[in-house]
């Protein structure tokens, strides 16, 4: 069965520094979300792509976060710099398209900035 | 704009009654609706939708729910809970066309006891 692909599963970092995240999507896959998930709350858009266009990032802290997916294929989130309240799990999902399409997560990222 | 609410942070149940999960939902015009499962330090898996048709939505590993446009709730149910259900539930809410973005609630706990 094909999956997300996300790396690293696990980050800590200290504040002020930077941290990279990368997702792959299913193959096919033209439209990509970025996903923060804090402790106790449901998931919240960062950023959805519609191949290598963003079409949403109304949530993504752009003073700190920027988002990339160059060949509308795989992603990158960079967070630059990383404060205490970065640390969350980052999820990477995918729809063949967007609409009532299912998104496929992958298994995330967990951020811990200390 | 489009929300979703869970109102209860964890619902206990015995294994082998029925379970109820409960989602209410606001949002300009028909709402896909969407239920997702996510186990520990894991990614949210698809459980079921509901876009249009039947109000009763059979999805997977036995879980169905039932939209009520009346009472705008979309309730997740099991007529026999497993001690394997025991994960944490979240409701999504999408509004129809374009790129709108799929809102989650907050997520609610199931334990299923022996």
């Known amino acids: 069965e094909a999956e997300v692909a996300q790396s690293p599963r696990y980050k800590i970092t200290e504040k002020s520094q930077a941290v990279a995240f990368w997702c792959d999507p299913i193959?096919?896959?033209?439209?990509l979300y970025w996903y923060r998930q804090i402790l106790g709350q449901g998931p919240e858009l960062l950023v959805q792509?519609?191949?290598?266009?963003?079409?949403?990032d109304s949530q993504l802290p752009k003073d700190r976060f920027s988002a990339e997916r160059l060949k509308g294929v795989d992603s990158t989130l960079k967070i630059q710099p990383a404060e205490l309240g970065d640390s969350a799990m980052y999820l990477c999902a995918s729809s063949d398209k967007a609409g009532a399409n299912v998104l496929t997560f992958g298994a995330g990222s967990r951020l811990t900035v200390l | 704009a489009q929300s979703v609410a869970q109102p209860e942070d964890q619902v206990n149940v015995a294994e082998g009654n029925p379970l109820t999960v409960k989602c209410t939902y606001s949002?300009?015009?028909?709402?896909?609706l969407f239920w997702y499962v996510q186990y520990p330090n894991r990614g949210l898996q698809f459980l079921l939708k509901y876009i249009t048709g039947d109000n009763l939505v059979k999805g997977s590993y036995g879980f169905e729910a039932e939209f009520n446009k009346s009472q705008t709730s979309f309730h997740l149910k099991k007529p026999s809970a497993l001690v394997s259900d025991s994960a944490l539930y979240f409701c999504?809410?999408?509004?129809?066309?374009?790129?709108?973005?799929?809102?989650f609630g907050a997520g609610t706990r199931l334990a299923v006891h022996p």
């Open positions: 999504a809410v999408r509004e129809p066309g374009g790129y709108n973005k799929l809102i």
């Open positions: 792509f519609q191949d290598e266009s963003v079409v949403d």
């Open positions: 949002v300009s015009g028909n709402p896909y």
């Open positions: 193959s096919g896959h033209a439209t």
